[in-house]
Every structure is written in C-alpha cells, then in structure tokens.
C-alpha cells in the first residue's frame, strides 16, 4: 500500500508550479490526496474527458478537469508584506 507524505502544503494555500507544463502559474489547492502525495490545484494541469452518449437522445461531449500534480512540483506561493 502507499505510504502517507508529508506536504507543507494545506488546502487553501496558493501555491506556485516550478516545472511541468504549467510551469510558473499560481493557483489555489482544492484537496489533497496524502497516500499519493498529490494535490488538485484550481485552474491548473487541465485534461479533457471524452464522454460517449449512453442512449440514442443523449449528445456525446468533451469535458475540460482538473487532474492532480505531485506535490514536488510546485512550491507555496509567499508574498512579502
């Protein structure tokens, strides 16, 4: 089983990505998954779901969702007062 990490990083916290595709963006942690040391960050590492209509009157679509990025690759955001 995965061992639990442990993040400086709450829920809440603004944080910054330092690498990845969305390197140098900010945004705000929605949760955290502790046995996988992930975090879901708002507006960041979007993935598009595609969606197949299950009967004949429903439309097919794709949807835009947030998926998580591991916490070794951001950094919490602190602004100096």
Do not use: C, W
Not at 52 to 79: R, Y
């Amino acid at each position: 089983m995965g061992r639990k990490q442990k993040m400086p990083i709450k829920v809440g916290d603004t944080i910054k990505v330092i690498s990845g595709f969305d390197k140098n963006k900010t945004g705000q942690v929605i949760k955290i998954y502790k046995n996988t040391g992930k975090i879901l960050v708002k507006g960041i590492n979007y993935k598009f779901k595609h969606i197949k209509p299950t009967t004949d009157n429903e439309i097919g679509e794709i949807k835009q969702i947030e998926a998580p990025i591991h916490h070794s690759n951001v950094k919490l955001n602190v602004t100096k007062s």
